[in-house]
């Protein structure tokens, strides 16, 4: 069965911390990965999609890398606003128009001043 | 910026009741979904339709079902509301061509329903 988890559920670091969270598939024939992030109450917000293993998206303090199995979000100096849940999703080549995204369960991020 | 819209931020119904939640997007999306969020199982598709009356069951359709009359705009509908359907759903829209760079899908801010 198709999969991804993401690990750990949650984090807590003190602000400039560094850290990584993780983000693991167990299908072949990728189509995409995407990293989002969500704030208690609202819906996911977009942060990067990355296509081939190797690719790498950088957005502020906020870093994205694939491999061929697993995708990590780096997080560089963190700040108390860098507090979310991060999502991670998967896009398999299903059949049609449905290219279907397989989301992870989360990983719930706070940064502690 | 792509905007998805949920008409209800809110709601609260009564068991067996009808309840009708709303989703305009306005970039023209032809592929447009709902999600149902649930703490330690994550999103989970419900529908999703990729064109005017066109939709596909997602993983959990039963007790749900969805309208899509104008490009724009997808429903989700609970023809009787039971208690085990209280939760947080998100509609979200994305453009067909998906495999160009930017084209994700984007999510609206969710509505939360609870059914007494």
């Known amino acids: 069965e198709d999969q991804v988890t993401q690990s750990p559920e949650a984090l807590r670091l003190q602000e400039g911390e560094s850290s990584s969270l993780n983000c693991s598939y167990t299908?072949?024939?990728?189509?995409?990965l995407f990293w989002y992030r969500q704030d208690p109450g609202k819906g996911p917000e977009f942060l990067f999609t990355?296509?081939?293993a190797g690719e790498e998206k950088e957005k502020e303090r906020l870093k994205a890398t694939l491999t061929k199995k697993e995708s990590f979000l780096h997080i560089t100096a963190p700040k108390p606003e860098d507090s979310a849940t991060y999502l991670c999703?998967?896009?398999?080549?299903?059949?049609?128009?449905?290219?279907?995204?397989?989301f992870g369960t989360g990983t719930l991020l706070a940064v502690q001043p | 910026d792509v905007k998805v819209t949920q008409s209800s931020r809110y709601l609260v119904k009564r068991t067996g009741e009808k309840v009708f939640l709303e989703c305009v997007q306005d970039?023209?999306?032809?592929?447009m979904f709902w999600y149902r969020q649930d703490p330690g199982l994550g999103l989970r598709l419900i529908y999703f339709s990729y064109d005017v009356k066109m939709k596909e069951k997602g993983d959990i359709p039963e007790g749900y079902s969805v309208s899509r009359e104008k490009k724009e705009r997808f429903s989700l509908i609970l023809e009787s509301a039971s208690t085990n359907q209280t939760s947080m759903y998100l509609c979200a829209s994305r453009p067909s061509v998906v495999y160009k760079p930017g084209n994700t899908i984007y999510f609206g801010e969710g509505s939360w329903l609870t059914v007494v």
């Open positions: 299908v072949s024939g990728l189509r995409g």
């Open positions: 970039m023209d999306h032809e592929n």
């Open positions: 999703a998967v896009q398999f080549p299903y059949g049609g128009a449905t290219n279907k995204l397989i």
């Open positions: 990355l296509y081939s």
